[in-house]
Nanobody, 128 residues
Framework: QVQVVESGGGLVQPGGSLRLSCAASGFTWDYYAIGWVRQAPGKEREGVSCISGSDGSIVYTAAAKGRFTISREFGKNTVSLQMNSLKPEDTAVYYC?????????????????????WGRGTQVTVSS
């Protein structure tokens, strides 16, 4: 049984940090990419960062570059997203998504639906 569960969201002040975690199990990681996408109210879903389950290659979109770091914890089937220097525009629901595509495709602006697996999302609010 496939399970994708996000955790770690919350309220943080601008400039602060949060660490999101995605525990994903029930599938063979080598065949999938795992990543984070987000959706703010009234806005389109956008990719944030994605990682290959096979070779660990990583993609960061413009939304994440320089501030966010994605990592995989081998043996725990967990992907984390360390978010630093958070801004109010980072406020969104963050979803962990899994699909049999490359990390580049998983995080692309043209691949915003039809994931093999996804979690329920975790809310991140950046506000003073």
């Amino acid at each position: 049984q496939v399970q994708v569960v996000e955790s770690g969201g919350g309220l943080v002040q601008p400039g602060g940090s949060l660490r999101l975690s995605c525990a994903a199990s029930g599938f063979t990681w080598d065949y999938y990419a795992i990543g984070w996408v987000r959706q703010a109210p009234g806005k389109e879903r956008e990719g944030v960062s994605c990682i290959s389950g096979s070779d660990g290659s990583i993609v960061y979109t413009a939304a994440a570059k320089g501030r966010f770091t994605i990592s995989r914890e081998f043996g725990k089937n967990t992907v984390s997203l360390q978010m630093n220097s958070l801004k109010p525009e980072d406020t969104a629901v963050y979803y962990c998504v899994v699909d049999q595509v490359s990390p580049k495709t998983l995080c692309s602006s043209w691949h915003l639906d039809g994931y093999n697996y996804w979690g329920r999302g975790t809310q991140v609010t950046v506000s003073s």
